[in-house]
């Protein structure tokens, strides 16, 4: 799993390449930390070559979208493959989480 961060105006994007299992989520912990320091800005995490994301996985997301909430800033998940979704939709997390095409 790699993570590309890149920041442009008032968005910081996160591009996910790989499956996000409990091994990435693990080895990533320390990745997203300018996701973190940057909560109370726009989050975007582009999920175009995530083909996987396992329950670790989803608690990174929600770890990510927990800090977001009490900084004040937004997040939003997009490229979400089919398989990705159907994950989100089975645990009920894509009410909860924003995706965009």
């Known amino acids: 799993m790699n ?3 890149t920041e442009e105006g008032n968005t910081i994007t996160a591009a996910f390449d790989g499956r996000l299992d409990t091994v ?3 080895q990533i912990a320390e990745t997203i930390e300018p996701l973190m320091q940057h909560a109370d800005q726009n989050i975007l995490l582009d999920c175009e070559k995530m083909p996987f994301i396992s329950s670790s996985g989803l608690r990174i997301f929600l770890k990510i979208r927990k800090e977001v909430a009490a900084k004040g800033g937004k997040m939003y998940l997009k490229n979400v493959c089919p398989d990705v979704m159907q994950v989100f939709k089975m645990t ?8 965009i095409a």
Request: charged share 20%; glycine share 8%.
């Open 24 to 26: 990435a989520a693990q």
């Open 3 to 5: 993570i590309n961060i």
């Open 92 to 99: 009920k997390l894509d009410g909860i989480f924003e995706i």
